[in-house]
């Protein structure tokens, strides 16, 4: 039979936007209306109604002018943000973690099951994207350096079976790699693309599509250069880091457009010759949503769309290089029909938000009875 519920409350490392994450955690919190929220800081007016249906508690970054657009400056400072709630009447923690999120103190007696994106993005894998040189000014570089250590040991401790009860990954890539980290095995539940918004009638057209913030790890850079190189058209979606540079980079054939609307990105897909992936995701929804407009994916061989590009949907391309990008795009226009719009289909149907649900939830009652 199983355990009553009292109170469930729902984690997540901040609320400032709408992206994969986030909508992730909003089909988790689907799952538990009466939930209450806690996140180190939250902007109403950009996360969805769904999750502004929640009690949502957050902590005295909320209060900091300009915090919304800063917080990442702060990240010394959110293990000791995110322990400071009280989660005493709570018989059930769910967190969704990138950053701090599963460093939520678990009351006694309650259970901690956390949905993890990855191992604290900023100290482990991904430092030198971060911080590296050229990717911060010196004093960054210096002040994350004095922390990487003590961060890393705060991770990994609040990672253990004394905080955490079950440990769900968003990919193999990622289960994998909280074993390095945390020396504890994890559960893969993949998340998933939004189906519904990808359904219109294809039409290939002579482009290329890339869609995505600027973060490092996206390598935009790369594919901007190959583009430039092999003088293809490519259209690139998103803002974010290093933008100037980025624009500056782009040649007459790459068009950078900005952001835009969910119709507009789904139109484009449906457009696109084929979409450009060069970067390591942690799992990656694009793809999915490329795949899930019948275009398929050139994506570098690693994380997430290892996993979910197959060879009938895409191709991967071995090296993050000028030379083994350019083949790919060259491959692709040398067999412009070897993908069918159906296989693409098919593959990104795997992934529906139903499944994910119900796999989750599954795996959470499992732990709570």
Known sequence: ???????????????????GGEYVFEAIAELYPEAEVFTLLAVPQKISSAIRKHPIHTTWLQKVPGAAEKYRNFLPLMPSMIESFDLTDFDLVISSSHCVAKGIRKPKGAVHVSYVHAPMRYVWDRYEEYFGPGKASLPVRLAARAVRGYLQKWDRKVSGPG??????????????????????KAQVIYP????????????????????????????????????????LPLIIVGSGQNEER?????????????????????????????????????????????????APVIAFDAG??????????????????????????????????????????????????????RE?????NRFST
């Open 192 to 231: 998933f693309a939004d189906l519904s918004r990808f359904g219109g009638v294809r039409t290939a057209e002579n482009f290329y599509l890339m869609v995505g913030a600027f973060a490092p790890y996206k390598r935009v850079d790369l594919a901007i250069e190959v583009f430039n190189q092999l003088k």
């Open 163 to 184: 905080n955490v009860d079950h440990l769900i990954a968003n990919s193999q890539f990622i289960a994998d790699r909280i074993e390095e980290c945390y020396g504890r």
């Open 246 to 294: 980025l624009r500056a980079l782009a040649g007459p054939t790459v068009q950078m457009v900005g952001q835009k609307t969910n119709e507009e990105i789904a139109n484009l897909y449906s457009r696109c010759r084929a979409m450009i992936f060069p970067g390591v995701e942690d799992f990656g929804i694009t793809p999915l949503e490329a795949m899930a407009s019948g």
């Open 304 to 357: 997430g769309a290892k996993e979910t590009v197959t060879a009938k949907t895409g191709i991967h391309f071995k090296t993050q290089t000028h030379e083994s990008l350019s083949a790919a795009v060259l491959e692709m226009e040398a067999n412009p029909g070897k993908f069918l719009e159906s296989d693409c289909r098919e593959r990104a149907a795997e992934f529906s938000k139903e499944r994910f649900q």
């Open 1 to 19: 039979m199983q355990r009553k519920v009292k109170k469930v409350a729902l984690v997540h490392d901040w609320l400032t936007g709408m992206r």
């Open 360 to 364: 989750l939830l599954g795996a959470v």
